[in-house]
């Protein structure tokens, strides 16, 4: 049975990741894919591993052979993320609402397969997993700011940072 684990399951989209496929047959080609939805559109990204003869591919020591990245990279299946096929061309991955996580979706196939793929045919999966990936700090609070002209959002740590006595300054 093939097993698809991530860790951690829930990060700071700048805090690496670790995955790895196990109870893969011998010299296995398979595809890893992720998958995202962010305010209604998709965004895909994939990438081709021969297992190292045990039967196992982790994206940290193996390398990628083909897909939207190539070579070792830990992170690759995010940072080469691109909207799916269905989507308009040119279409940035943004987070809208940054206290909620980016949900990503894993998934392994047997095989090499592009994007393209994956929305023509319905292919097998060995294995699935999803990661929630943070754009905030549970620590952190998120302040609307808006006086006279000035409109933005300040970021602070919880209980932290307190006004002081001078009434435009911060300690």
């Known amino acids: 049975m093939v097993t698809l684990t991530v860790y951690p399951k829930s990060t700071l989209v700048d ?10 047959q011998p010299n296995s080609l398979i ?19 021969q297992d190292d003869g045990s039967g196992y591919v982790h994206t940290n ?4 052979l083909g897909g939207t990245y190539s070579g070792v990279q830990s992170m690759g299946l995010f940072t080469s ?12 991955l943004l987070k809208k ?12 196939y047997n095989g090499f ?3 393209k793929d994956f929305y023509k045919s319905s292919l097998k999966v060995l294995a699935t997993t999803s990661v929630d990936r943070w754009y905030m700090n549970e ?18 740590p919880k209980g932290l940072l307190k006004m002081s006595p001078c009434k435009n300054f911060l300690c």
């Open 31 to 49: 595809t890893l894919r992720a998958s995202a939805t962010e305010c209604g559109k998709t965004y895909d990204s994939c990438a081709h591993f």
């Open 61 to 64: 020591i193996n390398s990628s």
């Open 97 to 108: 609402d940054v206290t909620t996580p980016l949900i990503t979706v894993l998934r392994v």
């Open 139 to 156: 620590d952190v609070e998120r302040i609307p700011v808006e006086r006279g002209n000035i409109r933005g959002i300040l970021f602070k």
């Open 113 to 115: 397969h592009t994007i």
């Open 81 to 92: 993320m691109q909207p799916a096929p269905k989507e308009k061309r040119g279409t940035r």
């Open 15 to 24: 805090e690496k990741i670790s995955i790895e496929v196990v109870g893969l």
